[in-house]
């Protein structure tokens, strides 16, 4: 009996031939799909918070506008910035060239602050207001892409030894693709699935109307927090990465974590303001 799983799923679910598709060939992936996914039930969820909150239908198109723009272009130059500078500021056009992979989850991160940003000046909005929600389903979207990831035999962890380690036969480098290993991409899902809960259950505590900033402050904390462990037991994702005592992942979400702390403090702060005033 093995005591370890061997991964073998392809990462396609299936080719058009390009006899078939006036485009030439098309392949659907997993990741796609999945990617697709965390769209799709972030929609449902935002949803049901704007038909809580009596928030126009209209409005809330306009914002997955924006979060699609700001999480695709944030994690894509998130990738390039962070992790492969030197080849992307050399070969500026492949930078467009998504759907060869290279996506940064801190980058997709900062993309979506940024965007929100513009989003609530056009909407004439609060700017915590609309980051203290949006969170709730952007912990949603990290356990389908995480899932994505797991389907495409990447981002996984170092070699192990427990009955649930993964042998993912059909990574790129054969060498990696012969020792079982975590299943960091599980291990992530499934925390960013429990965040998710945890938002959005206090988010109902409070009928909607949560004090400013303490969902943003929790998911921080807990988000890169559970980020920055994981990534002990990760396989580098680039060269320069294997001589750091931190890689670059757990540096990104040190100042994430910090963040959530002081918003967290200030959100308290808020509350007993508000308090003394009554």
């Known amino acids: 009996m093995l005591n370890y799983i061997v991964w073998n799923v392809k990462p396609e679910m299936f080719s058009v031939p390009e006899d078939v598709w006036l485009f030439g060939g098309l392949t659907v992936r997993?990741?796609?799909?999945?990617?697709?996914?965390?769209?799709?039930?972030?929609?449902?969820?935002?949803?049901?918070i704007f038909k809580k909150e009596g928030l126009p239908i209209k409005m809330l198109d306009q914002l997955t506008t924006y979060m699609v723009v700001s999480v695709i272009v944030g994690a894509r130059l998130g990738h390039t910035l962070f992790y492969e500078p030197g080849?992307?500021?050399?070969?500026?056009?492949?930078?467009?060239?998504?759907?060869?992979?290279?996506?940064?989850?801190?980058?997709?991160?900062?993309?979506?602050?940024?965007?929100?940003?513009?989003?609530?000046?056009?909407?004439?909005?609060?700017?915590?207001?609309?980051?203290?929600r949006i969170v709730i389903v952007v912990a949603l979207g990290g356990f389908f892409v995480r899932m994505g990831n797991l389907m495409n035999s990447e981002i996984f962890g170092d070699v192990t030894t427990l009955p649930w380690g993964f042998v993912f036969v059909n990574y790129y480098d054969p060498r990696l693709a012969v020792d079982p290993r975590h299943p960091t991409q599980i291990y992530e899902a499934l925390s960013y699935l429990i965040i998710f809960l945890i938002t959005y259950r206090i988010y109902l505590k409070y009928d909607g109307k949560p004090r400013p900033g303490m969902l943003f402050g929790i998911f921080l904390i807990?988000?890169?927090?559970?980020?920055?462990?994981?990534?002990?037991?990760?396989?580098?994702?680039?060269?320069?990465?294997?001589?750091?005592?931190?890689?670059?992942?757990?540096?990104?979400?040190?100042?994430?974590?910090?963040?959530?702390?002081?918003?967290?403090?200030?959100?308290?702060?808020?509350?007993?303001?508000?308090?003394r005033n009554l």
């Open 222 to 275: 807990l988000l890169f927090g559970v980020r920055f462990l994981i990534e002990f037991i990760k396989v580098p994702q680039v060269g320069f990465e294997e001589n750091m005592v931190l890689n670059m992942g757990q540096w990104l979400s040190i100042p994430f974590i910090l963040a959530g702390i002081a918003i967290l403090i200030w959100s308290r702060k808020q509350k007993k303001s508000k308090a």
């Open 87 to 132: 080849f992307y500021l050399t070969h500026p056009f492949e930078i467009i060239k998504i759907w060869e992979g290279g996506l940064a989850s801190h980058g997709a991160s900062i993309g979506i602050l940024i965007g929100m940003y513009f989003f609530t000046r056009k909407n004439n909005k609060p700017y915590i207001w609309i980051l203290d």
């Open 30 to 48: 997993w990741y796609g799909l999945l990617f697709a996914c965390a769209f799709i039930f972030g929609y449902i969820v935002m949803q049901r």
